[in-house]
């Protein structure tokens, strides 16, 4: 219950929720293919409330298999709507990886790609979003991103500078961050011309305002939340 952990838990939660809102206004306007980049334990494709929605989830194949032999334990049946897409992009690309799963290019679809942009490096998050505007119009993207630390004031860097060792100790260190502004370039050079960012003080607004329990997320900014879509 420490409180950056407390804190890092509801944003996580807060992410999902608002990742899970964006694809449902993206099914109400016909999209039909959900994409889950790095996928890790996501559970949307087993509780999935929409019939005609197929769930693509996108992990490193060893990954994958670990929660192939979790869901098996526990007794989890594979939903028909889910396909799995081991795939290791070191040997082959979200395009090439897609298409042998059987997803429609000709389609748009709904990306979620949480809680992976802060370990990649620039070129793999570029490479990435040039493989979305590709797609029609109605395709759309929601992730998340980490503020540049230098960017940070003092407490709020002593609260990333936790984090960021924690992460680091797993193995996994954060490698990638930009400023609102660089990220809105970054998405308009790659052909994005629709996007939103969410900072905590918005997802409040959104999700936590004028609960009996006081529950929202702090102060410490460290990230946002962005959607973004291809087209009008």
């Known amino acids: 219950m420490h409180k950056v952990a407390r804190d890092f838990r509801l944003f996580m939660a807060a992410r999902s929720r608002y990742a899970e809102d964006r694809l449902a206004e993206a099914v109400s306007h016909g999209v039909s293919q959900y994409v889950v980049l790095g996928a890790g334990l996501d559970t949307f494709a ?57 997803f429609d290019s000709g389609e748009a679809a709904f990306f979620g790609w949480l809680g992976v942009v802060p370990y990649l490096t620039l070129d793999a998050f570029r490479a990435t979003l040039d493989a979305m ?29 936790l984090l960021a ?39 409040n607004e959104h999700y936590f305002k004028e609960r009996a329990d006081g529950l929202k997320l702090s102060a410490v900014k460290l990230g946002m939340l962005v959607t973004a879509w291809v087209g009008g």
Do not use: C
Request: charged share 25%.
């Open 46 to 102: 087993y509780r999935n409330p929409f019939p005609t929605l197929r769930v693509f989830e996108v992990d490193f194949p060893a990954t994958q298999e670990w929660k192939r032999a979790m869901l098996q334990e526990a007794s989890i049946p594979l939903p028909a709507s889910l396909i799995f897409v081991p795939l290791d992009f070191e040997h082959k690309t979200l395009s090439a990886g897609l298409a042998e799963a059987g």
């Open 133 to 161: 505007v590709k797609l029609p119009a109605g395709t759309a993207v929601t992730f998340d991103y980490v503020f540049s630390p230098e960017t940070l004031s003092p407490q709020r860097r002593m609260v990333f500078d």
């Open 165 to 203: 060792g924690r992460v680091a100790a797993a193995g996994e260190p954060f490698r990638l961050f930009f400023a609102p502004e660089e990220l809105e370039a970054e998405l308009r050079r790659a052909g994005f011309r629709r996007f939103e960012q969410l900072d905590s003080d918005q997802l």
